[in-house]
């Protein structure tokens, strides 16, 4: 599947494009928010759990970083201990179209 707005390709599932943001309406919504979820190559600092949850439900990137941030001082450690389960359950994203390879044609 691609992005309706800047054609970029996105994982099955995905409710939002990784690049423009976009709200991609795919119909699909399945019950397991992590099933729908994926860490983008393009947005991540750490390892895009925050860029994840950002594009899953909608909300700005810099202020999901920063209520990571605010809630991991305020009730630490618990928004830590999230962070890593979400990094280890969450997907990293596929790229769905590979690149093509310019190199020489093998033997
Ligand atoms: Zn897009």
Known sequence: MFCHQCGKSLPPGANFCSN??????NGVFTASPAS???R???MRMMAGVCAA??????WDLTATRILAVVLGVLIFP???IAYLVG????PEEVPLAP?????????
């Open 20 to 25: 423009c943001g976009a709200q991609i309406n």
């Open 53 to 58: 949850i950002a594009l899953r439900y909608g």
């Open 78 to 80: 618990l928004p830590e």
């Open 99 to 107: 690149q093509a390879n310019y190199g020489p044609p093998p033997r």
């Open 87 to 90: 990094w280890l359950v969450i």
């Open 40 to 42: 983008p190559q393009a």
């Open 36 to 38: 729908t979820m994926f």
